[in-house]
């Protein structure tokens, strides 16, 4: 795009939403690059609805779901590539229905995963786990059409289980390229003495005799440069045996739907590596797939000062968001800004009893109201499959905005869903 040409519809993108929505909504036009003033506006106008909601509720935006799916769809349908969703990040009765028409299918890491994949009419289902239980294992092969192993010896102990099995079951090694793109311990799972996959240390020759593939996965967030590098570590470690295998799967952490992802480097890639050793190529990103469809809204409780502005608002962000805490990251809330941009700055805090139970530093236009709703954005991907009851807080319910910004229910939480888990 010609840098004038850009900065000018940039431009314009930004009056046209400040000048029908106000300042606060401006941050909507700092999201996707490639949206039209059209479709900015239709967005804000939708997500003006979230501000009527007056319980805490993860919001799934069809809008930007269906989106995100498409330009995995046409990826697909240009590159020898096979999109899966990763469950681990986003698990939907809802909208299984709806992935399963754009995606080449699912990949699930346990048997819950599976059955609700199964259940849900999603096909292909790839599994892959640190370890297998054996008292599930044979109900995983009904549902699964390939299985990935952690180790030589998982792979040993079921070989002769998923021989007998009737159907053919395809089935593959997690590898270790001992290469490491993720600088957080607590994500790369390539460091040392890390217990995912196998390193070309571990393996001989006779142990990939009966396997179809491999998968590797030791990407988080990442571009295809990344991807890239991990190939060719791959290849340098791994190289002699993928001419006799059938398919490669490049694990998660491609972060495919964002605007400035090089999604035609990508699909080269794919082309290298099925023109060269004639291999199926998978990707499984989880985060990529609901990047930016999903909401969590809540509502101002308490706002205390104590050495400056704190608002307790009635989600957590251990139990609700738990990766801010994990990761961490500062989420973002729709309209604010950064701490001390205005004269309105508050720490944002949840309402569990963890001291460190904290969003972030937020700068408003405007003081912080009791009652008023904030939406933290991207809260779609790890978050409902994560969320926990601790210190007894409510699950948020979950609903869908739709095109036309109607908010249909989906699920509600109630006493029930802290009391069924518990002795
Ligand atoms: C084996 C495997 N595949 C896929 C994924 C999905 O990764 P992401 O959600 O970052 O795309 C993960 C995430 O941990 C993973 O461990």
Redesign the pocket.
């Known amino acids: 795009m010609d840098a004038a040409w850009d900065r000018k519809y940039r431009a314009a993108r930004s009056n046209a939403l400040s000048k029908r929505f106000g300042q606060s909504w401006l941050a909507l036009a700092c999201g996707r690059s490639v949206m039209t003033v059209t479709q900015v506006n239709a967005k804000a106008k939708r997500l003006q609805q979230l501000n009527k909601l007056n319980r805490p509720s993860y919001i799934i935006d069809e809008v930007q779901l269906i989106e995100n799916l498409t330009r995995c769809q046409s990826l697909q349908s240009r590159y020898p590539i096979q999109v899966l969703l990763?469950m681990?990040?986003f698990s939907s009765q809802t909208y299984m229905p709806l992935i399963k028409q754009y995606l080449s299918g699912v990949?699930v890491?346990s048997y819950n995963e599976a059955r609700l994949a199964h259940e849900s009419g999603a096909h292909p289902i790839h599994c892959?786990s640190p370890a297998f239980e054996q008292g599930q294992f044979q109900a995983l092969l009904e549902m699964v059409s390939s299985i990935t192993f952690n180790s030589v010896g998982q792979w040993a102990h079921y070989k002769a289980q998923v021989n007998q099995y009737p159907a053919h079951i395809s089935c593959g090694l997690?590898i270790n390229p001992e290469h490491e793109e993720v600088k957080n311990p607590l994500?790369n799972?390539c460091g040392p003495r890390s217990r995912?996959g196998v390193t070309i240390n571990q393996v001989q020759k006779s142990d990939f005799k009966d396997l179809d593939g491999i998968?590797c996965?030791n990407?988080?967030?990442h571009s295809s440069h990344e991807l890239e590098r991990t190939i060719m570590s791959i290849e340098t470690k791994f190289g002699e045996y993928l001419s006799q295998l059938k398919w490669i799967n490049l694990?998660?952490?491609?972060m495919l739907t964002r605007d400035d992802y090089n999604r035609t480097h990508l699909g080269q890639l794919a082309d290298y590596l099925s023109d060269k050793y004639e291999l199926d190529v998978y990707i499984?990103?989880?985060?990529?797939?609901v990047y930016e469809a999903g909401y969590l809204v809540c509502q101002v409780l308490d706002i205390i000062d104590n050495g400056g502005l704190i608002a307790i608002v009635n989600v957590s962000a251990s139990a609700h968001m738990p990766d801010v805490i994990e990761m961490p990251y500062r989420p973002h809330i729709l309209g604010s800004k950064s701490a001390g941009k205005t004269p309105y700055t508050y720490q944002i805090g949840g309402n569990t009893c963890l001291s460190g139970d904290i969003m972030g530093e937020y700068a408003f236009e405007s003081p912080l109201q009791i009652g008023q709703p904030l939406i933290f954005t991207d809260m779609a991907?790890?978050t409902m499959v994560k969320n926990t009851t601790f210190n007894g807080v409510s699950l948020p319910d979950i609903a869908q905005l739709d095109s036309h910004g109607n908010i249909s229910p989906i699920q509600a939480f109630g006493y029930e869903s802290f009391v069924s888990r518990l002795p």
């Open positions: 990763a681990k990040a990949s890491s892959y997690r994500y799972p995912f998968l996965h990407l988080c967030g694990g998660g952490g491609h499984e990103p989880g985060e990529a797939i991907q790890y």
